[in-house]
């Protein structure tokens, strides 16, 4: 971000590429000398203008360049309006719409997408050292190629996490999100597309390590899987409230450390069901391996759904096929007379 | 911070609505945010600020209505107002809640000229 005026692209990477989708339309430009501080900003094609404090204007001209200039003849848009008492009055214009309803649409299609693959997704979420990287490389493990897997990574950088995955033979795709604090759908939309996504497979997201903004973004998946381990205290599900309350599973990772820390694993499944109320939960180490059949037991069943799901559209749609073509073929028949 | 994601996204609603009324300015816009919704207001009024600058909604009010939260309590068989999520029914001080309005945040409407 801009730390001028605020402005600029979240340098979203996903293998390493700049994804062209941010909205802003503004480039990064340098940090002016300090003649006090920024008022308000005004752009025009071929630059940005900042008023400062002492009553000054200066441009930057994208290609780096500065330029002074006199207040006056440039200001133009925003400013001349304000001047301009032949203009219409101000009016109300109802919307009505949520301010993530673009982010949901895309995690719409994103999940349209998956189900027309009978595909599995789940998104995990946790705060940053939960163990989300090694209970995936784990889970990949002992899944065994039942069905196909395949991962999308996010972390601000490096594709480390990625790189472990491939590790164990399974795709994986890296998204770094530079300075941002969550994935979003549009992320993981381009995500796939790098993805060769096969048939009746999971899907496994693996969000960017933080406890909070995670829970208010629909990547498209089936659930969102809240992963707390037992370093890290029983009250997290009080203290973040919006991440426990969006999960459907609730995995206790590290259980083999419960001697040597203060954990209350009955608490910790207590508070998180104050807060999301029938809250499933699994006991588990990554480490002895303890918990794991449940675990797997629980993604087989969603991988059955998503695979019958898929197979259920398609007979549907053969009986639509088989209708339209009766009906052609009554349609064809020559006239009677 | 996510709120900066949010404000991105409220500039886009604003925007094409102003557009398409043939706006000049955007002069105030309304928000309803539930109390429960993930979203600290004052972090999303300080985004709101920086992703306008420049834009038709450069120097926006941006006025917050907050919709109180309220949940269906399975034990009492009845609607509660909660203040927070994690937060007993206040009747019977059980926790067997499901969230009923208070989760929303949403651009209600704009004033434009």
């Known amino acids: 971000m801009c730390t001028t005026c605020g402005c600029g692209a979240n340098e979203v990477k996903v293998e390493g590429k700049t994804v062209d989708g941010s909205a802003t339309p503004h480039e990064n430009v340098d940090a002016t000398e300090d003649r006090g501080p920024v008022q308000y900003r005004e752009h025009q094609a071929g630059g940005h203008w900042h008023r400062h404090a002492d009553g000054t204007w200066h441009s930057h001209v994208h290609g780096g360049a500065s330029a002074h200039a006199e207040r006056g003849g440039h200001a133009a848009g925003a400013l001349a309006a304000v001047h301009d008492h032949g203009v219409a009055p101000a009016r109300r214009v109802q919307i009505e719409e949520d301010i993530l309803a673009r982010n949901d649409a895309s995690a719409a299609r994103n999940r349209r997408f998956l189900a027309d693959h009978g595909v599995f997704a789940l998104n995990l979420v946790s705060s940053p050292g939960s163990g989300k990287t090694t209970l995936l490389v784990r889970t990949i493990e002992q899944w065994a190629k039942r069905t196909p897997v395949a991962v999308i990574e996010g972390d601000q950088q490096t594709s480390r996490d990625a790189d472990r995955v491939r590790a164990t033979g399974a795709p994986a795709v890296q998204i770094n999100t530079g300075k941002g604090c969550h994935l979003d759908a549009e992320m993981v939309s381009h995500a796939l597309t790098h993805l060769d996504v096969a048939d009746d497979g999971v899907l496994f997201i693996e969000n960017v390590g933080n406890l909070v903004c995670p829970a208010a973004f629909d990547l498209g998946e089936a659930h969102k899987v809240v992963i707390l381990s037992v370093t890290e205290g029983e009250d997290k599900p009080l203290k973040y409230p919006d991440m426990f309350h969006a999960a459907d599973l609730l995995l206790v990772n590290k259980a083999d450390l419960l001697p040597y820390v203060e954990f209350d694993v009955g608490a910790a499944i207590d508070y998180a069901r104050r807060v999301r109320p029938g809250l499933q939960a699994i006991v588990l180490s990554t480490r002895t391996g303890a918990g794991f059949d449940e675990w797997i037991a629980w993604i087989e069943r969603g991988a059955a759904d998503a695979r019958a799901q898929r197979q259920a559209t398609i007979e549907a749609l053969r009986r639509r096929i088989a209708d339209l073509e009766s009906r052609l073929a009554r349609h064809a028949e020559p006239e009677r007379t | ?113």
């Open chain 2, 1 to 113: 911070m996510h709120e900066m994601a949010l404000a991105e996204s409220m500039l886009q609603i604003v925007e094409s609505t102003a557009r398409k009324n043939g706006a000049q300015r955007v002069l105030a816009v309304r928000l309803e945010i539930g109390a429960l919704a993930s979203v600290e207001t004052e972090a999303l009024r300080f985004c709101f600020d920086a992703v306008t600058r420049g834009s038709l909604a450069d120097q926006a009010r941006l006025e917050i209505e907050v919709t109180p939260g309220a949940a269906w309590c399975m034990a009492c068989s009845d609607t509660v107002s909660i203040a927070a999520r994690g937060a007993p029914c206040p009747r019977c001080g059980g926790y067997q809640l499901a969230v009923s309005q208070g989760e929303a945040m949403r651009v209600k409407d704009i004033e434009i000229k």
